[in-house]
């Protein structure tokens, strides 16, 4: 039976409760080597799939119509970072292009190719580097309709903070530098916008941090809060904890 954990402005710490030790994995041979051969499979069942949906399309920005893009009024794709993406985002099918402009930053390009809901790709190991590319961060998704009108804003281009909404679908678990990933995903996103992450108890083992096969749902839901309250910090002083 799923389990649903809610976590809402935990009792942190004064500093990170997590050393270093707590991301080391089991396998430490490069994540390219593991994620050499696509895995065209899914990775959480159907109604955990569907579920993801429901939840996707109660709580981020909704898809353009089609009528507003084809419209000469000047409206705005969401803009969606799917963190950890592949082969599928776990987005209700009205978020594909054109409706939606969503960037995929992911480790197996054949994967990442295959997702038909995605607008841009890119191929990055945030295990090596936590920082993200610099052209995710400077995007131009205006729609047509926007390029043409001169009224249009063109505040879009060029600018840092380049998402709507963040998802990052059953791997934060993997992540072994979520401070510097989290400090990066709170200077791409837009004021108010929101991050989402989501996670089950299915993972590969040998690749997921120490910690996480070390403790059951409710403390994995304090520690991918953590990541959030000490974002962007030496582990000294929290940031204000709640949305990007």
């Given at each position: 039976?799923?389990?649903?954990?809610?976590?809402?402005?935990?009792?942190?710490?004064?500093?990170?409760?997590?050393?270093?030790?707590?991301?080391?994995?089991?396998?430490?041979?490069?994540?390219?080597?593991?994620?050499?051969?696509p895995r065209f499979v899914h990775h959480i069942d159907d109604r955990c799939r569907l579920a993801l949906q429901e939840y996707y399309a109660g709580v981020?920005?909704?898809?353009?119509?089609?009528?507003?893009?084809?419209?000469?009024?000047?409206?705005?794709?969401?803009?969606?970072?799917?963190?950890?993406?592949?082969?599928?985002?776990?987005?209700?099918?009205?978020?594909?292009?054109?409706?939606?402009?969503?960037?995929?930053?992911?480790?197996?390009?054949?994967?990442?190719?295959?997702?038909?809901?995605?607008?841009?790709?890119?191929?990055?190991?945030?295990?090596?580097?936590?920082?993200?590319?610099?052209?995710?961060?400077?995007?131009?998704?205006?729609?047509?309709?926007?390029?043409?009108?001169?009224?249009?804003?063109?505040?879009?281009?060029?600018?840092?903070?380049?998402?709507?909404?963040?998802?990052?679908?059953?791997?934060?678990?993997?992540?072994?530098?979520?401070?510097?990933?989290?400090?990066?995903?709170?200077?791409?996103?837009?004021?108010?916008?929101?991050?989402?992450?989501?996670?089950?108890?299915?993972?590969?083992?040998?690749?997921?941090?120490?910690?996480?096969?070390?403790?059951?749902?409710?403390?994995?839901?304090?520690?991918?809060?953590?990541?959030?309250?000490?974002?962007?910090?030496?582990?000294?002083?929290?940031?204000?904890?709640?949305?990007?």
């Amino acid at each position: 039976m799923a389990q649903v954990f809610k976590v809402h402005r935990p009792t942190c710490p004064a500093t990170f409760p997590y050393s270093g030790e707590t991301f080391t994995r089991e396998d430490q041979t490069p994540d390219p080597e593991f994620y050499a051969s696509p895995r065209f499979v899914h990775h959480i069942d159907d109604r955990c799939r569907l579920a993801l949906q429901e939840y996707y399309a109660g709580v981020l920005p909704e898809p353009l119509p089609l009528s507003a893009e084809n419209s000469s009024e000047s409206k705005t794709r969401p803009r969606i970072l799917d963190l950890c993406s592949s082969w599928t985002s776990h987005l209700p099918n009205s978020y594909a292009p054109p409706h939606t402009y969503v960037t995929g930053l992911g480790l197996s390009a054949p994967e990442l190719a295959a997702n038909p809901l995605l607008s841009r790709r890119v191929v990055h190991d945030l295990n090596v580097d936590p920082i993200l590319p610099v052209e995710m961060t400077k995007l131009d998704v205006r729609t047509k309709a926007e390029l043409e009108s001169k009224d249009a804003p063109g505040h879009y281009e060029g600018t840092e903070a380049a998402y709507d909404a963040i998802i990052c679908t059953v791997s934060v678990d993997y992540l072994v530098h979520p401070l510097e990933v989290f400090c990066e995903l709170a200077l791409v996103t837009r004021e108010a916008g929101t991050a989402h992450m989501a996670f089950s108890d299915r993972c590969f083992p040998s690749k997921v941090i120490r910690r996480w096969l070390e403790v059951g749902p409710a403390e994995r839901c304090e520690m991918v809060a953590s990541y959030f309250w000490f974002a962007g910090t030496t582990g000294e002083k929290p940031c204000e904890p709640g949305v990007l």
